[in-house]
């Protein structure tokens, strides 16, 4: 009987370390999709709001050009869009 309980014993503290691996891995996990939150959403607002700027001012160059007219003589690179 003493074997199968000392087989038994390495059995589980063999499952107890394989569930310690498997905790830290999802602990190191969830760092990393935190993380990964947090650079995804610094990186795509600054996009988002690039774009919108990029996007007014192109609207703004529209409504000039319908107004007077815009021609190749205009310089429409003035102002930095970042």
Known sequence: ???????????????LQN??????LKEKL???K???KQWNNKLFRDI???KSHIISSIKNLDLIDEDIGLDD??????GDCW
């Open 19 to 24: 569930d310690n691996d498997i905790w830290v």
């Open 73 to 78: 003589r205009v310089d429409m690179t003035g």
């Open 1 to 15: 009987m003493f074997p199968f309980l000392f087989i038994h014993f390495l059995l589980l503290k063999k499952k």
């Open 30 to 32: 969830k760092s990393l």
């Open 34 to 36: 935190r993380d990964l």
């Open 48 to 50: 988002n709001r690039i």
